[in-house]
DNA sequence: GAAATGAGTGAGCATTTAATCGCACTATGG
DNA sequence: CCATAGTGCGATTAAATGCTCACTCATTTC
């Protein structure tokens, strides 16, 4: 036979892969004859939707067990709202735990027809969750970040996930163009004098939603591990109490945010506390338990999403 | 033996199985060893997770060649919008092919927050996407169905689709209690006439929103096969030129309502062509295809979710 | 112009999954 | 109290999937 049209893209293949196995329920095997391919291929398609977020798998049920965590959760901390996924054991990722969960808050948002500005922090968790958003057209909102997009060696890889999600909503969006963490704080004030900046900074203080990761100040701190922090500065902040980071700014077990090292250099835009518009906090694993809950304490988060675990551990204590 | 927690119901772990191995991608070996039970009761969970909904899957992706289906059938036909879902192949079942599509749709509808009256055919379009659909609160909108749910035996299984739906979304809901067709005009006045049904009619014929069905009136017409017809009624309907049928209303192959045979003793409310506010029609199939060309002619609908192989073979003639 | 690189391909094989079967347990009605 | 139909379970086996490897072909690099 003869294939008149050499107009499908390889994604385009992947996706009817795709389709046809997991929503057609077709073998692979069904697939590679239908499309007229080897059944590897067909197999290397299937994968290859998968991969690419092509095909998106949601779960449409609440678990007791979860629903009662977030009500709890909800309760406690006196959240607008909590979101609690079963967790994966103990080999899963938290973080691909979360992010479907946390795609779908944001499209709550997005899907608002008024204007909204959302601002966005950065990390794993994040970047996460614009990987699982669907894309649509919601150019009526405005993504601004809320942490500086230059980090120390001058790559601008925090700038990708305010650019990913505007791409896929197609929304006009504002990086924040200062270093993550400035040398000394006379530095950090000059480049927030800068008018560019200072419309950003005004932006994001005034946002209509704000998504942000939560960080840990233990030894895995992710402000360590992708070099923002030195060792010492870590430990400056330990004596002072840090208990865990929103946006790069370093709060205690109370959830106030210290006056001493990093924080008095840090670029952007703190999450102020206890204020009543949504701010989401996407966070699940061991490690981040006694950030997270010291974020709710003081709520610079109001919503609350996470995995199973980690919502029994923060009730557990305290 | 002792079950220490009687507080997980079989479906929740059914979820959590599922959840599990679709989103963590975890083996039902590992599965199986997370939850202490063995691999046949994990495959087990697994398949009913996916047998009762509780997994949905959809496709993130527009194919080019779909693409090119819904604008053309958005240009020849004046469509406000159109969805064309990769085929299955012969083998697969057009309904699962575009339930999904049909269930988006609605749940654009759903999310709106002002109040809608959405108004419902049935069938086993209808029914597919109902299944499909994502449980949601919409309590401000109100289901009102567009077709009689007395059935010739009596039963009342048509008013499943209205009542399903409003069950997922916990909206009031509108059944129409009215035989589909009665066996004279004057019994269908006679119902007609009555004051609750009254209301419920205007309400249908009022709605902000209609979701349909496409019926063909070939040999293997739903309203024969489902015994509203009998065959001499359908020859009679031939007689007259009947291509297809919405919501039991029969009409021609240019899309005008007939004035003969059932539609003189159809109840509930037919869909009025050409009007500006959305009328979805959900069809697919290789029988349907003059069905729904008439139905796009003139207007009765103005939104269509098909499939590709339906669409091709809808555009190619004409 | 030749070698290197890298993406894509098909074959064979190990692992994983689905289907079938027989058995135990339970509820229901004689 | 026993018989019987129905349901769920584990074991076995057939099918489907995923993975590795050797190979090709096109493009790049020296």
């Not at 942000?212 to 923002?228: I, K, R």
């Not at 109490?241 to 370093?250: L, R």
């Not at 205690?252 to 906090?281: E, H, M, Q, W």
Request: charged share 20%; hydrophobic share 45%; aromatic share 6%.
């Amino acid at each position: 036979m003869s294939r008149a049209e050499p107009e499908t893209t390889p994604q385009d293949d992947a996706a009817r892969a795709g389709w046809l196995y997991y929503v057609g329920g077709m073998t692979q095997d069904q697939i590679a004859t239908e499309l007229g391919i080897s059944r590897q291929r067909a197999q290397r398609l299937v994968t290859r939707a998968m991969a690419e977020g092509l095909i998106h798998v949601r779960l449409n049920h609440r678990l007791q067990s979860c629903l009662d965590l977030e009500s709890e959760l909800r309760n406690r901390f006196g959240l607008i709202r909590c979101r609690v996924m079963p967790s994966l054991g103990q080999g899963g990722d938290p973080v691909a735990t979360v992010a479907s969960a946390a795609a779908a808050e944001l499209e709550r948002f997005l899907r608002q027809s008024e204007p909204l500005v959302i601002a966005l922090g950065t990390g794993r968790a994040m970047r996460g969750m614009v990987d699982a958003l669907t894309p649509m057209a919601a150019m009526q909102h405005r993504i601004v970040s809320l942490i500086g997009n230059i980090s120390p060696d001058g790559s601008a890889s925090f700038f990708d996930v305010v650019m990913r999600i505007a791409d896929k909503v197609r929304a006009p969006h504002y990086p924040m163009p200062v270093p993550v963490i400035s040398p000394t704080p006379e530095e950090n004030a000059a480049f927030h004098a800068l008018p560019p900046v200072r419309r950003v900074v005004d932006l994001a203080r005034n946002a209509d939603v704000v998504f942000v990761g939560v960080g840990q100040m233990s030894e895995d701190a992710p402000l360590l591990t992708d070099g923002f922090f030195t060792r010492s500065e870590l430990e400056e902040m330990w004596a002072a109490g840090a208990a865990g980071e929103v946006a790069g700014w370093v709060y205690d077990s109370s959830g106030s945010y210290l006056d001493v090292g990093t924080n008095r250099r840090t670029g952007g835009v703190p999450v102020a506390p206890g204020l009543a518009r949504p701010a989401v906090g996407v966070a699940a694993g061991a490690t981040k338990v006694n950030a997270i809950r010291a974020a709710l304490k003081s709520r610079i988060i109001n919503i609350l999403i996470t995995d199973e675990t980690t919502a029994t551990a923060v009730l557990s204590q305290s």
